[in-house]
């Protein structure tokens, strides 16, 4: 599969890492020679300095072999340019710009899903632009599903009430000390892990790993069960009845609506699925220091509680009582400031922190900071785009254990290799665990060797990054 | 004469000089002879000033400038009330032995009862009056309230003034919405719905046994949230629980923002439902009832005090003023509730008085931020109306309004107090001019002032007092010293 990526910023060069990892041709196009020359160095793939929004750069680039388009430059307009231009000369190519103006997202989103029947033909999309990312929206939802099964590490929805959520193992886990094939006689135990991440690394499991404390395990649960099983690995749930918003942003704006059902915007609801438990009933406080800012935020929202000041001050700290607080979750546009924010709130006392860091570089940082749960926003844009991009079979993709696994969720085709035959003869352990098997009629089954795949099945699987021959198997590029 | 404003009134006044021949017709209709040249007269001499005032538009090019317009609004004010005033007047100076000056003051002030359907009356037997001059007591009721919804709904949004912060209701959100775009087509449809309430009323007034007369001159009376009655005993006269009601759900229809009739209109019940002034209002009036039905509970059968209570609640809170039962012979707690209504109001945007439950709204709003900003100091507040945020901003003018319209009660009482008025009924009567409800607490000259009583025993500069009260009242207050800040900055101008 071959993709332009006009942009070569944080995002596009991260995008073209991964791509250029998992096999894929990919050409890069920016504007600053310097940073041409610097990245020209660092990836094995093309790298043209031009403007990305020219069709003449854009043919150089390949455009016309292309599979796919994907802008990333600073500039919304450039982006969308780009591609409602590529648009008019190869409307059969997938483009996918993001958008960080908030406005231009939701007109754009809500223009689509208004006049779906309107734009006819084939598949018409405003501006041809057939996925918009915004990285607020995204890392909104990412937050929006961390905080509805407690804070306790990242959930990842797979659908049909199940999902897969990352734990840790504390000491006085009855896990602890097990292999996973005990695990069946622990009480109360009945998912699946999908995954443990030890010290030296994630590894795919079988049943002879041994589980200890600090590990953690990846398990295929029931969303409804996500906080008993946090109990059971003694990595307790928090509540978000008390919750701290620091930063009225966007994203703050964003977290505070998927929490009260009242202001759900309903394209929101349909591109994102904001669907996680509402806390109608939940105190919630923003913090920020800029008044305007406050002033906006409590227009915006009726119930809740604006704070004009710096969520580190403790003064602010004390007239608020933020140690008290079950949830923080810091969304500044400045990642930084936002792990020190829910570190040092953690610290004074609140239950649970959640902070909106720039890359999943630093989440290790976040964690020896004793902060919860880190969102990396540009990790979070680069799955969304490369789940756009692996061609219709691939359904998400998502980024776990700092890069290392990922999880896809994909279609099995008609005729590919894994039509028709079971998991057992189509040879897939090693290369991918598959943790779940939906079928069409929407019965969904966690399988076993003797699982048979028919073309339509959802699968759910997991894999080292980098490794594409298990997606093959269902027919995805 | 292409100036929205101009139009209104000169519409308004040759309404006026129509309307005086509608007595003229009642008179006819009745055998009362002598009663005809007593309206036209002074319809002959409203035509007169309707031509002249066309003439100064047309001198004008056309367009009254926003600042004569204002002045223009308060100009007809007088001149309607002077002219509603010339009916009565020449019956009392043709059929009853007072003085000249006692005629002219007592005329006035009950044409400005009647146009800012304040409802007090000074007149102790109505009942002996022709029925002609009961009808045009009651129809300057009918017409005063039209005059006050198009100019609070229609005409002062238009040119710049609006006090009392109600016209958000239409003036914002969606035009789609919106039932007509012009501030003419606004002014008709306002008038459409207020004829309709009153053909409603007369109709359900005829059906539950009223004559054809009395029916007619309470739609008239109710409608506009004044008061007059053809009978001394008012509504009580009939004796007949059905009416109560009735009037009951009209008072309260008339005290309810006419621009919510407006959304129930173009179907927009959410925001009818969302707003935020009509919840407090039917809030307020749940509660009064009840506490008012509880405590007279002992004195009457329940099912009586609820008549009655529930009465007196939307007669006061509408700022109407009519009487099923006298409330000051109530039990004092109840009758405490009555007053405390008679300072709330009814909601803006509506023929009611009053303070208006939308200011009394947003005071509390503020103060429930203020008390929040003192346990989060700081926290960051707002004041939202019928669901919409921001609004902070109009505090400042609602809580000078409240202060200047305190101080005008204050005033008021000040100078009935030196006529020899004891405290009780000159603070509560001034209360009921300024917020043109019409009956008070208390008694002077040996007559009570509360719904069963009249204004007749006050003395004379007392009722001009009073006149320039209601009329104060009526025109928010503001409105009034805009027009007197006008007339002065145009004095030193000169």
């Not at chain 2, 405390?340 to 709003?365: D, E």
């Amino acid at each position: 599969m071959k993709t332009i990526i006009v942009g070569a910023g944080f995002t596009g060069v991260l995008l073209a890492r991964k791509l250029v990892k998992d096999g894929h041709k990919v050409v890069l196009v920016d504007s600053d020679p310097e940073r041409v020359r610097e990245i020209g160095g660092q990836l094995d793939c093309a790298v043209m300095c031009s403007e990305g929004n020219s069709l003449e750069a854009l043919e150089n680039a390949g455009i016309a072999s292309a599979d796919a388009l994907v802008t990333v430059t600073p500039s919304d307009e450039i982006n969308m340019i780009t591609c409602t231009l590529a648009d008019a000369v190869h409307p059969k190519l997938l483009k996918i710009a993001r958008v960080r103006n908030y406005s231009y997202f939701m007109d754009t989103v809500s223009a689509a899903r208004k006049y779906a029947d309107v734009v006819s033909g084939e598949r018409r999309t405003p501006f041809g632009i057939d996925w918009i990312v915004n990285p607020e929206v995204e890392a909104a939802a990412a937050i929006g599903r961390a905080i509805a099964y407690g804070a306790v590490g990242e959930v990842i929805e797979l659908g049909s009430g199940y999902g897969i959520a990352s734990l840790p193992i504390g000491r006085h886990s009855p896990l602890n000390g097990k292999s996973l094939s005990q695990l069946q006689a622990v009480d109360g135990w009945h998912h699946l892990v999908a995954y443990v991440e030890t010290q030296d690394g994630p590894v795919l499991p079988s049943g002879s790993s041994v589980l200890v404390k600090g590990n953690k395990i990846g398990v295929l649960t029931r969303l409804s069960e996500i906080q008993a099983l946090a109990k059971l690995c003694d990595a307790p749930g928090g509540t978000s009845e008390r919750m701290a918003v620091v930063g009225a942003g966007r994203v703050g704006s964003l977290v505070v609506m998927g929490r009260k059902p009242d202001m759900r915007n309903p394209d929101l609801d349909k591109t994102l699925g904001f669907g996680w438990k509402a806390g109608g009933k939940d105190e919630i406080v923003v913090i920020d220091e800029d008044l305007d800012r406050c002033r906006a935020m409590v227009r915006q929202f009726a119930g809740i509680r604006v704070v004009c000041g710096n969520a580190t001050d403790d003064n602010i700290i004390r007239e608020e009582r933020l140690d008290r607080f079950d949830l923080v979750v810091a969304v500044s546009e400045n990642p930084e400031r936002n792990l020190v924010t829910a570190a040092h709130l953690k610290g004074k006392g609140a239950t649970k922190t959640i902070a909106l860091t720039s890359g999943s570089s630093i989440s290790g940082l976040a964690e020896k900071m004793d902060v919860d749960i880190s969102i990396p926003i540009r990790d979070t844009v680069v799955d969304n785009i490369i789940g756009h991009l692996r061609g219709s079979a691939v359904k998400s993709v998502h980024t776990l254990c700092r890069g290392r696994l990922e999880l896809v969720e994909c279609v099995a085709e008609k005729g590919s290799e894994a039509d028709g035959r079971t998991l057992g003869e189509l040879g897939i352990a090693g290369r991918a665990t598959v943790l779940f098997v939906r079928h069409p009629d929407g019965k969904s089954a966690i399988p076993n060797g003797d699982t048979a795949i028919c073309a339509g099945d959802k699968v759910v699987l997991i894999k080292p990054a980098g490794n594409t021959d298990a997606l093959g198997l269902f027919g995805a590029e | 004469m292409k100036d929205p404003v101009a139009i209104a009134i000169s519409w308004m006044l040759t309404l006026a000089g129509g309307c005086l021949v509608a007595p003229a017709v009642v008179a006819l209709a009745c055998g009362e002879y002598r009663g005809i040249p007593l309206f036209l007269i002074p319809a002959a001499v409203c035509w007169l000033y309707v031509w002249r005032c066309r003439r100064v538009g047309r001198r004008a090019g056309g367009r009254l400038a926003d600042r004569n317009a204002f002045l223009f609004v308060g100009k007809t004010w007088v001149v309607i009330m002077a002219l509603g005033a010339i009916p009565l007047f020449l019956y009392g100076f043709s059929s009853t032995d007072k003085g000249l000056v006692d005629n002219i003051t007592d005329a006035v002030f009950e044409s400005v009862s009647g146009f800012t359907a304040t409802g007090a009356t000074v007149f102790a037997d109505v009942e002996s009056f022709p029925k002609c001059i009961n009808f045009w007591r009651c129809m300057m009721h009918w017409l005063g309230g039209m005059g006050i919804i198009a100019l609070a709904l229609a005409v002062l949004p238009k040119v710049g003034i609006n006090t009392s912060a109600l016209m958000k209701a239409e003036a914002s959100g969606s035009d789609r919405g919106r039932l007509t775009v012009k501030i003419g087509d606004t002014a008709k449809v306002l008038i459409g719905i207020y004829f309709a309430m009153t053909v409603a009323e007369l109709m359900l007034l005829r059906f539950a046994g009223l004559g054809w007369f009395d029916s007619v001159c309470h739609a008239l009376s109710n409608t506009a949230t004044g008061g007059f009655s053809t009978r001394n005993e008012s509504i009580r006269a009939f004796g007949n629980p059905a009416v109560e009601w009735i009037c009951t759900v009209f008072m309260l229809a008339g005290a309810v923002n006419y621009a919510c009739y407006f959304m129930l209109l173009t179907g927009r019940f959410r925001k009818f439902l969302q707003n935020s002034e009509l919840r407090a209002f039917a809030l307020i009036v749940a509660v009064a009832t009840g506490v008012c039905t509880f405590v007279q509970w002992g004195r009457e059968p329940l099912a009586d005090a609820l008549r009655h209570c529930a009465f007196e609640v939307a007669a006061v809170i509408s700022t109407t003023g009519f009487m099923g039962s006298d409330y000051t012979e109530w039990a004092p707690a109840a009758q405490m509730v009555i007053f405390v209504l008679c300072v709330i109001g009814g909601c803006s945007g509506s023929t009611s008085g009053g303070v208006k439950v939308v200011r009394w709204t947003v005071l509390w709003k503020q103060l429930r931020n203020d008390v929040a900003k003192l346990i989060h100091p700081h926290g960051v507040y707002t004041i939202r109306l019928d669901g919409e945020a921001g609004r902070e901003s109009i505090v400042p003018s609602v809580s000078a309004f409240v202060f200047v319209y305190f101080m005008l009660v204050l005033l008021t009482a000040t100078a009935a107090a030196f006529s020899g008025m004891e405290i009780k009924a000159a603070l509560t009567s001034s209360m009921s001019m300024v917020g043109n409800i019409g009956p008070a607490f208390g008694e002077f000259g040996g007559a009570s002032l509360g719904p069963a009583g009249c204004y007749g025993t006050v003395a004379p500069y007392v009722k001009w007092v009073f006149s320039g009260a209601m009329l104060a009242g009526r025109l928010e207050i503001y409105t009034l010293l805009i027009l007197v800040g006008d007339i002065t900055s145009r004095k030193a101008e000169e």
